[in-house]
């Protein structure tokens, strides 16, 4: 199984900042990386697929980008509403895995 | 988007069969947009995937459940199912259904897009 490695957790920012934090995979996944956002209680929710393109609806404060075996995931201005968790997931290859997650907390 | 909605008991004893059904609502289980999985959460924990099923039958599996595991679908009530034999309270977890889609690259596509999610529901196993 491909092993996912998301870093750091928790992740503590300001208000306004730009947050960045990443995925690692094992091996070499492509391009093939989704980024998910949860809240407690919720469902995760698609923010991220193809490892750089935006699922429709979802804010364009949010990105993503990398390639190959290393990933980023990137918050151009936190709010308040981005306290989540997030995590990635490959689907290179079967069976689909997933980081352990970031938990993004404000400072 | 379709909705998604899971439905199953709460509670199950160990050594017996937790069974689950999700219930598409907004589109067909038969369009073939999308394959139909299930993942898993347990508490405090990422997301675990299941398995996946087309509107055909054909199934996927992740290996470390597959002895355990069927998925089926039932196209006349748009309803996909999951049973997962032998439980212990290692399988307590929240249960998700979603919608399996895929992106491509260079002319190749992957499957693995989960862009539909159910709100979930808490499997617990216990005596």
């Known amino acids: 199984d491909i092993q996912m490695a998301q870093s750091p957790s928790p992740l503590s920012a300001s208000v306004g900042d730009r947050v960045t934090f990443t995925c690692q995979a094992s091996?070499?996944?492509?391009?093939?990386l989704n980024w998910y956002q949860q809240k407690p209680g919720k469902a995760p929710r698609l923010l991220i697929y193809?490892?750089?393109s935006l699922e429709s609806g979802v804010s364009s404060r949010f990105s993503g980008g990398g390639s190959g075996t290393d990933f980023t995931f990137t918050i151009s201005s936190l709010q308040p509403e981005d306290i989540a968790t997030y995590f990635c997931?490959?689907?290179?290859?079967?069976?689909?895995?997933f980081g352990g997650g970031t938990q993004v907390e404000i400072k | 988007q379709v909705q998604l909605q899971e439905s199953g008991p709460g509670l199950v004893k160990p050594s017996q069969t937790l069974s689950l059904t999700c219930t598409v609502s907004g589109g067909s289980i038969s369009s073939g947009d999308f394959y139909w999985g299930w993942l898993r959460q347990p508490p405090g924990q990422g997301p675990e995937w299941i398995a996946y099923i087309y509107h055909s039958g054909s199934t996927y599996y992740n290996p470390s459940l597959k002895s355990r595991l069927t998925i089926s679908v039932d196209t006349s009530k748009n309803q996909f199912s999951l049973n997962l034999s032998s439980v212990t309270a290692a399988d307590t977890a929240v249960y998700y259904c979603?919608?399996?889609?895929?992106?491509?690259?260079?002319?190749?596509?992957?499957?693995?897009?989960?862009?539909?999610w159910g709100q979930g529901t808490l499997v617990t196993v216990s005596s």
């Open positions: 979603v919608t399996v889609n895929r992106s491509c690259k260079d002319g190749v596509c992957y499957r693995g897009v989960l862009d539909s």
């Open positions: 091996e070499d996944i492509s391009i093939f």
């Open positions: 997931q490959q689907y290179f290859t079967l069976p689909l895995t």
């Open positions: 193809a490892a750089s």
